[in-house]
Structure formats: C-alpha cells, structure tokens
C-alpha cells in the first residue's frame, strides 16, 4: 500500500506542521493515512511526548493530528478553525 506523501515545513518544540503534497491519484491524503503518518514521524522521533501535529490538508486547510500515548486518536481544527 502507498503512504501519503508529505513535507515538514516546520518543527519547534512544542509542534510540528506538515504539507500533504500528493500527488493524490498516486498517494493517500494525510488524512487518509493519518495513523501511518503518526507512526512514521513517531519512529523518526520526531513526536516526542506533548509535541503537536498539525497538517496542511489537500485543500490547504490547517488542521491537527490529534496524538495520545503516541498514536493517533483523532482530529481537530487547527488554529483559526471551527
């Protein structure tokens, strides 16, 4: 199976943002691979405990990857969402 394809775009301590890049006829959005994507930047260490995920989905829009216990649980709006 093909894993979404991404670029960070910026890491800080507290978080990390993704871009979904696509192309989506050849892979999965982010937010349909979410929890491979969790795994991957986990085994990369790059989600140390307490450090958020946010994403730039296929429309552009900022949203979170939601993490406990370092896998994914869920999704949230981002900063500025409803």
Do not use: C
């Amino acid at each position: 199976m093909k894993k979404a394809n991404y670029t960070i775009i910026k890491e800080e301590p507290d978080l990390i943002i993704i871009r979904d890049v696509g192309p989506w006829d050849q892979h999965p959005s982010v937010t349909n691979d979410a929890e491979n994507v969790v795994k991957e930047l986990a085994a990369q260490g790059k989600l140390p405990s307490g450090r958020r995920l946010f994403y730039y989905d296929s429309d552009g829009r900022l949203d979170e990857l939601i993490i406990k216990d370092g896998q994914f649980v869920g999704f949230a709006p981002g900063p500025g969402g409803e």
